[in-house]
């Protein structure tokens, strides 16, 4: 009997091609839209899954509460760690880190040299997280300070087929040179949230720093049993107050309202927990999980949206076959078997080509979701296999229910009344576009979003500006000696305009100097951004009071600042210029114009430009205004002077308005699926509309065959295949517009700089639906409309 069915199956298939393409193809789109989306949510989910007590480590996590604001820190004071095991019998060990924040080291062998982070770690980090062993003994790998573990990657960069182990590496890091041996070699996988290439011993860096006064340790915990948490947990409290107490009540005098507490965040959700400042690593947003795998369930509801309908619409051309199948005895569950056949082999056939548009997609896909994915099925076949059967039961269960119920008299008549499935269909329809539209708007709105970060003035000018980093390796010596070289060159080249100086660079991810500003009643905090004489004017900030920082001017060099407005205006001042700092005592010299320090995700806070007079190696970043025209010259030249100066470090650079280009990836990158998306969802949506606007023709062959006679138009015939459809697509527009509404007002949230949402953009999306399934019913409809109305009657 199954083999009867499957014959059948492929029979009506082969029979109806047209429509089994535009259902496969449909379906398709959207399960390898599932596939890719699949991957990406399990490849989230599986960060840290690798180590072995990973259900038993946590990262123990700082929150405070600052005038009103809740903020979670990675880091704790380095004497927490042996405090916790110490206390509680329920830490069996802990693991201390420390990350490399903005402080690049060059690595050196022979020749070759390379720029890396180098992170820092206690001896027993090994014991703890189950990093997969190459080489070495890594339970003493890190026992000895001078000796360093580095990932299988850099031993094949540095090392090739050699055996790595008892090699030498020179360490260059703040003008110091540090020797050490390589004592292992593991493999860092992909999804750990803990990422490194070289890891030395804290015992470098912990001398002077084992106490409780500052915070710079990312801190790691093992239980000896998970239920223990809770209970450790409540515990926390009183170990808070008996090592920090003190500095809790210090920060409460000062501060006002000041809370401290400790909590344990399982290995497992590290990856997965934005918002926590110093992570050793950037959290992703579980969100964008959410997100994605809505918009791939609503490309796969669309197909299956689809499939339902154009099977409704095939009933009239299948009403002389379950009749007759009635009538030779056929029971109403054959008929639905046979049905569910049908659908069950067109979705399997659909499976198997979506496999084939995923693996052609994923190279894409990986681009815009900035990951290395790979389509290794493994236990994922089950689900795709699930998945398939579930899809053809569910699209083929409601025709099936509906033309199986046909009484065959009735059938073999072809008199086939709906009833309340037309109604359904039709809500079918609605759904279908009312996604399709909510794609559509929301892409639009997203769009202009992007554009309003790219138009915003952000109060300063960065066209033509390399941003040269000395990765803050340099001595005092060697960086004066460098900005003396690229000043000359400025004076004596065409190629460079202008050379200045800052502490951290504008549009990055970096860590500045935040300090309490106190006045009276008022407390703030402040940026604190340091600067050299001619960084305002090479960025083109504009000053709104006072001056620019001048040599001209010897007291600017004993602790002038130029604030900006937002500090002027935190401050209830109406003029700044000749007053001081408060707490800080610093005479402030200018006001400039409010500017974009960071993404535009955030708002503008209180800045003080200090001024370094003395160049040395705290101004990290040299800034390099180039002449108009190819920068390529400019590079070579720059490029040139830096090794003339620092011949043993490699020459690193960016383009300013890149790095600020980069702040907006995320948001770049998901503006792009959504769109993606949307064009997917227009492709299958039309689909379905060319498919039930060519079964619409079919039926009503005679009736547009009498109306021609009887001098009807083309373009009544078109209104007439038209209009019921457009309908449904205006009440779609409606049902989306509120739903497109609320996801991107909660979208524009994150930015502190947004536009305003109108109703042009909903507008013009329900346009651009309306006019694109218009074109589309239309090519059917006027093919129709052209007919000759003789063959249509004599067909009748």
Not at 6 to 16: D, G, S, W
Not at 489 to 518: H, M, N, Q, Y
Not at 699 to 724: D, F, H, N, Q, Y
Request: with cysteine.
């Amino acid at each position: 009997m199954l083999r009867n069915y499957l014959i059948v199956a492929v029979r009506n298939l082969m029979r109806h091609k047209g429509h089994s393409a535009i259902n496969i193809a449909g379906l398709a789109v959207g399960m390898a839209f599932c596939i890719l989306t699949l991957l990406y949510v399990r490849y989230e989910r599986s960060y840290d899954t690798f180590h072995e007590n990973g259900d038993r480590i946590y990262r123990v996590d700082l929150v405070e509460k600052k005038q009103g604001q809740w903020e979670t820190y990675a880091i704790l004071p380095p004497g927490a760690g042996p405090a916790l095991v110490h206390d509680f019998p329920e830490v069996i060990q802990t693991v201390r880190f420390r990350a490399p924040m903005n402080l690049i080291t060059t690595v050196v062998l022979g020749e070759k040299r390379f720029n890396h982070p180098v992170l820092s770690a206690d001896p027993g980090i090994f014991g703890m997280f189950t990093f997969p062993r190459v080489a070495g003994d890594l339970k003493t790998a890190l026992l000895d300070k001078h000796s360093v573990v580095i990932s299988k990657k850099m031993a094949d960069k540095f090392f090739g087929e050699k055996d790595p182990l008892g090699a030498t590496l020179s360490f260059w890091q703040l003008g110091q040179v540090t020797d050490r041996q390589v004592t292992g070699v593991v493999e860092v996988p992909e999804n750990s949230s803990i990422k490194f290439d070289f890891v030395t011993s804290i015992e470098n860096w912990l001398p002077g720093q084992e106490g409780w006064s500052g915070l710079g340790v990312v801190t790691y915990v093992q239980l000896a049993d998970r239920k223990q948490c809770s209970d450790l947990e409540k515990k926390l409290p009183l170990f808070v107050e008996t090592y920090m107490g003190g500095r809790i009540r210090s920060l409460s005098k000062f501060l006002g309202d000041y809370q401290m507490r400790l909590q344990l965040q399982p290995l497992s959700t590290v990856h997965l927990t934005p918002g926590v400042k110093y992570s050793l690593e950037s959290a992703s947003d579980p969100a964008y999980g959410y997100v994605l795998s809505g918009i791939a369930l609503s490309v796969l509801l669309i197909a299956c949206v689809n499939f339902i309908n154009l099977s409704m619409g095939l009933a009239s051309t299948r009403s002389t076959e379950v009749g007759i199948r009635k009538v030779l005895g056929a029971s109403r569950t054959h008929l639905m078997r046979q049905f569910w056949s049908e659908s069950i082999l067109l979705s399997f056939l659909a499976l198997l080509v979506g496999l084939a548009l995923a693996e052609l997609a994923l190279p894409a896909f990986n681009g815009l979701v900035d990951r290395r994915l790979s389509l290794i099925y493994g236990s994922a076949w089950g689900w795709l296999l699930g998945l398939t059967l579930l899809i053809g039961l569910l699209t083929g269960g409601y025709p099936a229910l509906v033309l199986s119920g046909f009484h065959p008299v009735t059938a073999l008549r072809r008199h086939l009344k709906f009833g309340g499935a037309n109604w359904f269909s039709r809500g079918l329809v609605v759904v279908q576009f009312s996604l399709t539209i909510f794609l559509i708007v929301a892409t639009l709105l997203m769009s202009k979003q992007m554009d309003f970060l790219r138009a915003k003035n952000l109060g300063f000018n960065d066209e033509r500006l390399i941003v040269v980093d000395t990765y803050s390796g340099l001595r005092d010596e060697e960086m004066r000696r460098l900005m003396q070289a690229y000043r000359k060159a400025a004076s004596e080249r065409r190629e460079i305009e202008k050379v200045s100086a800052s502490t951290p660079s504008i549009g990055r991810d970096f860590t500045i100097s935040t300090r309490l500003i106190k006045h009276e009643e008022i407390q703030f905090e402040a940026k604190f951004y340091g600067v050299d004489y001619d960084y305002l004017e090479m960025l083109e900030m504009q000053l709104v009071e006072g001056r620019n920082f001048s040599r001209d001017f010897g007291a600017d060099a004993k602790g002038a600042v130029i604030v900006n407005q937002t500090l002027v205006k935190k401050l209830g001042w109406s003029s700044a210029v000749g007053k001081k700092l408060p707490r800080f005592d610093n005479a402030i010299v200018g006001v400039v114009k409010d500017f974009h320090l960071f993404s535009l995700h955030q708002e503008i806070e209180p800045v003080v430009l200090e001024l370094y007079p003395d160049i040395n190696r705290r101004l990290s970043l040299i800034y390099i205004k180039t002449g108009p025209g190819d920068p390529s010259s400019t590079l070579k030249l720059l490029r040139e002077i830096w090794h003339q100066v620092i011949p043993d470090r490699p020459f690193v650079y960016s383009f300013l308005d890149e790095d600020i280009a980069r702040q907006y990836q995320a948001d770049e990158r998901w503006g792009s699926i959504v769109t993606g998306s949307t064009f997917f969802a227009i492709f299958i949506a039309c689909l379905g509309a060319l498919g039930l606007t060519s079964l619409a023709v079919a039926r009503r062959t005679k009736e547009i065959g009498i109306r021609k006679v009887l001098g009807a138009s083309v373009s009544s015939v078109v209104a007439l295949l038209s209009k019921e459809i457009l309908l449904l697509v205006g009440v779609a527009n409606l049902i989306a517009w509120p739903v497109a509404y609320y996801a991107v007002h909660r979208w524009l949230q994150d930015f502190a700089y947004r536009i305003d949402i109108g109703v042009g953009m909903f507008a013009l999306g329900g346009v651009l639906t309306m006019m694109i399934v218009l074109l589309t019913v239309a090519s059917q409809a006027i093919k129709a409309a052209r007919s000759n109305p003789v063959d249509a009657l004599r067909y009748e």
